[in-house]
């Protein structure tokens, strides 16, 4: 007997088989990890024998008890703070020289569009040979103009503000991004607010702002999760700069110098994946995830930050 | 418009069946019920990489499988712990049989986890009597809690290697024996260049150059890690607190810390021929037996010498002690030819020719009673210092933890701070460190 479905029903299930690769992708990449991130948060597990229920203690752990969570933490909004706000100003600033640039744009957007390519490996490395303290060449260079070039990626204080160097090296992406939303403005509003006598600034700040807005808010919230997720540079600069010997039997040790660049994401992969303490790992993603969900709701609260002024 | 009320049930019940499956899904578990005499095809994982290492372990592979015909080996090299660590974890067909870490520091975690199977039935099996091949030492480092989940396969001694030449120029006729003697020593040794940097450091002791590890350096004081209960007594060493006052001496008595970091970042890779010590950057160094056959291969252009670590001037009756570690060897829970496995292991760990063939190629120490009497052994008086170092009764390893070397790593921690001149209180913070390790070590138990 063939099974006959009301009306209802056949839409539904319709709805359904439309909806199923969303919804497979949803539970498989999202909501599984999550509610496991959640569940393990209260075992003890060593990723060989099976999971023990433990309470609190792992949260309690990383609370209480680990006190490299302070400086990964601190490290990790810090670089949200600076390294996403700088990324969009000299973006925005590039992209904006890189319109008026009248002749040669096409090499100019090439040069600052390339080192975005560079593998972010390579150019770490790279970074941290010019910035070495004794052999680098950027502190020769200093020096010969009378300068004491700093420590750079050897120094607590200035291994941060190198990283951040380093990711304004590669801002191409950004660049690209807000130069296609810049030649996107209405050129006859450019010209209404001149012949209303509206100078540079008044441009910017009445034609140009409102119509990027979307775009700069794209940027700081990508930003804000991508750096929430910061890992690979630090994690490369530290090892290069340590000038630790890494052997087959040893553990790269994040965050040289000082734990200036330790990150929440390399405190999770240290924890899950070189202790196995995967309860402890659980815990910090779920923080990190906390902070990035708090941020980027407190970020899109009002639905005008990503609609142009006219929408 | 019709509004679309979609159900949750279906995703919310994959996630839970997901989850229910993590929960029961455990790495595959092996078995030792297989027959060793069988045809089989064992993989075996290892972390030798330089070209006359891997020569020598393929050389010992070849003599094993000429040994058992039935018995083919895969051997994987360059493979380090963290490979091995997450391979075993997550299970599967490829995972090896056969391990082997080229640091003793994880072997609590391994044993405590039972992630490398325990090997004392094979050795009943087998009538090995391990505490008539092994040396006491050897086996306590590759034990946990009574549970021999592994074997030493060759050890690795650290002394002390000396630019003679620099010791002819600065007047200095023997190694130093006292850590007061290398505070002078080192003193004469070293010599600045111009602006605030070095052409030669007589001893560096920053923590981070090379294999100076700190745990290797306090090795020469001889501390008590751990009390009988487990608990880290690492402030209440008196020990402690004196090894991180003569390094501080040491590197003032050479021009500060910044100074010293600075020039060391300089330094070529360790395991190059740019490294400082055969560059003539040191003129004394910390580091394994290995470093003599490396020095011989790039025909430095100095003589030099090897000798043992100097020890704390109150203790000058132990001198002739030093650090020690060394490659152990294993059997991966998962392995389901654990027996065949066993079979590589014995023949790797326990047999004397095997043993003292592969301690000559490689220039590491013997880990048997008889590979370390055998005349067949590299008669190189340089070797042999490392071999009387090995054997000294002060010599002392790292004692293993449920959670492999995470104290080894808080004490780094702890003792890069030191140098730099960011702990204040000492007192306080061994403490502070104490504390840290034994939460370590609860958080890692269930």
């Given at each position: 007997?063939?099974?006959?479905?009301?009306?209802?029903?056949?839409?539904?299930?319709?709805?359904?088989?439309?909806?199923?690769?969303?919804?497979?992708?949803?539970?498989?990449?999202?909501?599984?990890?999550?509610?496991?991130?959640?569940?393990?948060?209260?075992?003890?597990?060593?990723?060989?024998?099976?999971?023990?229920?433990?309470?609190?203690?792992?949260?309690?752990?990383?609370?209480?008890?680990?006190?490299?969570?302070?400086?990964?933490?601190?490290?990790?909004?810090?670089?949200?703070?600076?390294?996403?706000?700088?990324?969009?100003?000299?973006?925005?600033?590039?992209?904006?020289?890189?319109?008026?640039?009248?002749?040669?744009?096409?090499?100019?957007?090439?040069?600052?569009?390339?080192?975005?390519?560079?593998?972010?490996?390579?150019?770490?490395?790279?970074?941290?040979?010019?910035?070495?303290?004794?052999?680098?060449?950027?502190?020769?260079?200093?020096?010969?103009?009378?300068?004491?070039?700093?420590?750079?990626?050897?120094?607590?204080?200035?291994?941060?503000?190198?990283?951040?160097?380093?990711?304004?090296?590669?801002?191409?992406?950004?660049?690209?991004?807000?130069?296609?939303?810049?030649?996107?403005?209405?050129?006859?509003?450019?010209?209404?607010?001149?012949?209303?006598?509206?100078?540079?600034?008044?441009?910017?700040?009445?034609?140009?702002?409102?119509?990027?807005?979307?775009?700069?808010?794209?940027?700081?919230?990508?930003?804000?999760?991508?750096?929430?997720?910061?890992?690979?540079?630090?994690?490369?600069?530290?090892?290069?700069?340590?000038?630790?010997?890494?052997?087959?039997?040893?553990?790269?040790?994040?965050?040289?110098?000082?734990?200036?660049?330790?990150?929440?994401?390399?405190?999770?992969?240290?924890?899950?994946?070189?202790?196995?303490?995967?309860?402890?790992?659980?815990?910090?993603?779920?923080?990190?995830f906390a902070i990035a969900m708090a941020v980027t709701m407190l970020l899109m609260r009002k639905r005008s930050g990503l609609l142009a002024a006219e929408d | 418009m019709p509004r679309w009320r979609i159900p949750l049930r279906a995703p919310v019940a994959l996630a839970a069946a997901g989850l229910l499956l993590s929960g029961c899904?455990?790495?595959?578990?092996?078995?030792?019920?297989?027959?060793?005499?069988?045809?089989?095809?064992?993989?075996?994982?290892?972390?030798?990489?330089?070209?006359?290492?891997?020569?020598?372990?393929?050389?010992?592979?070849?003599?094993?499988?000429?040994?058992?015909?039935?018995?083919?080996?895969?051997?994987?090299?360059?493979?380090?712990?963290?490979?091995?660590?997450?391979?075993?974890?997550?299970?599967?067909?490829?995972?090896?049989?056969?391990?082997?870490?080229?640091?003793?520091?994880?072997?609590?975690?391994?044993?405590?986890?039972?992630?490398?199977?325990?090997?004392?039935?094979?050795?009943?099996?087998?009538?090995?009597?391990?505490?008539?091949?092994?040396?006491?030492?050897?086996?306590?480092?590759?034990?946990?809690?009574?549970?021999?989940?592994?074997?030493?396969?060759?050890?690795?001694?650290?002394?002390?290697?000396?630019?003679?030449?620099?010791?002819?120029?600065?007047?200095?006729?023997?190694?130093?024996?006292?850590?007061?003697?290398?505070?002078?020593?080192?003193?004469?040794?070293?010599?600045?260049?111009?602006?605030?940097?070095?052409?030669?450091?007589?001893?560096?002791?920053?923590?981070?150059?090379?294999?100076?590890?700190?745990?290797?350096?306090?090795?020469?004081?001889?501390?008590?890690?751990?009390?009988?209960?487990?608990?880290?007594?690492?402030?209440?060493?008196?020990?402690?607190?004196?090894?991180?006052?003569?390094?501080?001496?040491?590197?003032?008595?050479?021009?500060?810390?910044?100074?010293?970091?600075?020039?060391?970042?300089?330094?070529?890779?360790?395991?190059?021929?740019?490294?400082?010590?055969?560059?003539?950057?040191?003129?004394?160094?910390?580091?394994?037996?290995?470093?003599?056959?490396?020095?011989?291969?790039?025909?430095?252009?100095?003589?030099?010498?090897?000798?043992?670590?100097?020890?704390?001037?109150?203790?000058?009756?132990?001198?002739?002690?030093?650090?020690?570690?060394?490659?152990?060897?294993?059997?991966?829970?998962?392995?389901?030819?654990?027996?065949?496995?066993?079979?590589?292991?014995?023949?790797?760990?326990?047999?004397?020719?095997?043993?003292?063939?592969?301690?000559?190629?490689?220039?590491?120490?013997?880990?048997?009673?008889?590979?370390?009497?055998?005349?067949?052994?590299?008669?190189?008086?340089?070797?042999?210092?490392?071999?009387?170092?090995?054997?000294?009764?002060?010599?002392?390893?790292?004692?293993?933890?449920?959670?492999?070397?995470?104290?080894?790593?808080?004490?780094?921690?702890?003792?890069?701070?030191?140098?730099?001149?960011?702990?204040?209180?000492?007192?306080?913070?061994?403490?502070?460190?104490?504390?840290?390790?034994?939460?370590?070590?609860?958080?890692?138990?269930?």
């Amino acid at each position: 007997m063939a099974l006959t479905l009301s009306s209802p029903a056949r839409r539904r299930l319709r709805t359904l088989g439309f909806l199923s690769p969303w919804l497979i992708g949803f539970s498989v990449f999202f909501a599984y990890p999550l509610i496991a991130t959640v569940y393990f948060s209260f075992m003890h597990y060593n990723q060989i024998q099976k999971p023990d229920f433990v309470g609190l203690r792992n949260w309690k752990y990383v609370f209480e008890q680990m006190p490299l969570f302070g400086p990964a933490l601190w490290n990790t909004l810090w670089l949200v703070v600076v390294m996403v706000a700088l990324r969009v100003v000299f973006g925005l600033s590039l992209g904006l020289l890189i319109t008026k640039i009248k002749t040669g744009a096409g090499f100019f957007r090439t040069a600052f569009y390339l080192p975005y390519l560079a593998p972010p490996v390579a150019a770490t490395v790279a970074f941290v040979f010019l910035l070495n303290p004794s052999t680098g060449p950027v502190n020769e260079i200093l020096a010969h103009v009378g300068i004491t070039g700093p420590n750079w990626f050897n120094d607590a204080a200035w291994a941060k503000p190198s990283l951040v160097l380093l990711s304004l090296w590669g801002i191409g992406d950004l660049m690209v991004i807000f130069m296609a939303a810049l030649l996107d403005v209405p050129r006859e509003q450019y010209e209404a607010a001149e012949l209303d006598g509206a100078g540079a600034w008044s441009k910017f700040r009445y034609v140009t702002w409102p119509s990027i807005t979307p775009i700069v808010m794209f940027a700081v919230v990508t930003g804000v999760v991508q750096t929430m997720q910061y890992y690979t540079q630090a994690l490369v600069a530290g090892k290069i700069a340590s000038g630790v010997s890494i052997g087959p039997g040893s553990v790269i040790q994040p965050g040289y110098p000082d734990h200036s660049t330790l990150t929440v994401p390399q405190l999770v992969y240290s924890m899950g994946f070189q202790n196995f303490n995967t309860g402890a790992a659980c815990v910090l993603s779920l923080v990190l995830f906390a902070i990035a969900m708090a941020v980027t709701m407190l970020l899109m609260r009002k639905r005008s930050g990503l609609l142009a002024a006219e929408d | 418009m019709p509004r679309w009320r979609i159900p949750l049930r279906a995703p919310v019940a994959l996630a839970a069946a997901g989850l229910l499956l993590s929960g029961c899904a455990n790495p595959s578990v092996g078995s030792a019920d297989d027959d060793p005499t069988k045809p089989v095809t064992l993989k075996f994982w290892h972390g030798w990489s330089a070209p006359g290492e891997v020569k020598a372990i393929n050389d010992s592979i070849a003599r094993f499988e000429k040994l058992h015909p039935n018995i083919r080996v895969e051997s994987t090299g360059n493979v380090t712990d963290a490979t091995i660590n997450q391979a075993l974890r997550a299970g599967g067909g490829e995972a090896p049989d056969v391990v082997t870490s080229f640091t003793t520091n994880n072997v609590g975690q391994y044993c405590d986890s039972g992630m490398w199977a325990d090997l004392d039935p094979f050795m009943r099996k087998s009538g090995l009597d391990k505490t008539k091949v092994f040396p006491k030492t050897l086996l306590d480092y590759t034990s946990y809690d009574g549970d021999q989940c592994a074997l030493p396969l060759l050890a690795d001694a650290y002394g002390m290697y000396y630019n003679k030449d620099a010791f002819d120029e600065a007047g200095i006729s023997r190694p130093p024996r006292t850590m007061s003697e290398l505070e002078a020593d080192a003193k004469k040794l070293t010599k600045r260049a111009g602006g605030g940097s070095y052409k030669r450091v007589g001893f560096m002791p920053n923590f981070r150059l090379y294999q100076n590890s700190p745990d290797r350096l306090f090795a020469q004081w001889g501390p008590t890690y751990f009390d009988a209960k487990g608990d880290s007594r690492l402030a209440k060493d008196p020990a402690t607190s004196k090894f991180f006052d003569t390094a501080h001496k040491l590197v003032e008595a050479q021009g500060g810390y910044n100074a010293l970091e600075r020039f060391r970042t300089s330094f070529g890779d360790e395991m190059s021929t740019q490294n400082a010590f055969m560059n003539g950057k040191l003129a004394m160094h910390l580091d394994g037996e290995w470093r003599g056959l490396m020095l011989n291969e790039a025909k430095v252009g100095f003589d030099w010498g090897v000798a043992p670590l100097p020890v704390p001037d109150d203790q000058a009756g132990t001198y002739g002690r030093g650090y020690l570690t060394g490659t152990v060897a294993g059997i991966a829970h998962s392995s389901r030819h654990q027996n065949a496995a066993w079979e590589l292991v014995k023949y790797l760990t326990a047999d004397t020719d095997q043993v003292v063939s592969f301690a000559n190629a490689i220039h590491n120490v013997p880990s048997t009673f008889a590979a370390l009497k055998s005349p067949k052994l590299d008669a190189d008086p340089t070797f042999r210092t490392f071999l009387d170092i090995a054997q000294n009764k002060y010599s002392q390893v790292m004692p293993p933890s449920t959670n492999g070397g995470m104290y080894i790593t808080s004490l780094q921690d702890f003792s890069y701070s030191v140098e730099a001149g960011k702990v204040h209180d000492l007192e306080k913070g061994l403490r502070e460190l104490d504390r840290q390790i034994d939460a370590d070590t609860l958080q890692s138990k269930s």
